[in-house]
């Protein structure tokens, strides 16, 4: 199936009450990518404006453990960002399939830390922190 134009649908990753999240193909280069898109029925001007902002503080905070925003496309229609993807899943994946040891989980605790520290640091809040937002990879560690 293909997602606005220019991306080839694979996985429904994520689904709240106002963006969804797909895992896609970007059609001109064949390149894996996740893709948050801003549910239609969400594009109230408080929303455009917090996705608009979220794509800002992605764009000019370098965060080491943040998935990297390579393009954001906004349309009358389309509202979404494209990031990097990694071959994460989220943690709440990880923990149904109950694929990590213990010292992975105490592991991961601390980046998760680190991670949050970096991002309070730029004065910066996430409002939504819970497994499902939170990707990983077990095989890179990122």
């Not at 709440?92 to 991961?108: G, V, W």
Request: net charge neutral; proline share 2%; charged share 25%.
């Amino acid at each position: 199936m293909i997602l606005f134009r220019n991306f080839k649908f694979i996985a429904l990753l994520h689904e709240n009450d106002t963006t969804i999240v797909y895992r896609a193909l970007r059609i001109k280069d064949k390149a894996l990518v996740i893709l948050k898109v801003l549910k239609p029925e969400s594009r109230d001007e408080s929303s455009v404006a917090s996705f608009a902002n979220e794509a800002y503080i992605l764009s000019t905070m370098r965060f080491t453990k943040a998935p990297k925003l390579l393009d954001v496309i906004i349309s009358a229609t389309e509202y979404l960002h494209v990031f990097e993807d990694s071959g994460s899943s989220s943690l709440n994946h990880m923990m149904a399939q109950a694929k990590m040891t213990l010292i992975e989980r105490l592991d991961l605790a601390l980046e998760l830390i680190y991670a949050l520290h970096q991002i309070h640091s730029k004065g910066v809040l996430h409002c939504d922190i819970n497994p499902q937002n939170i990707i990983y990879n077990q095989d890179t560690k990122n």
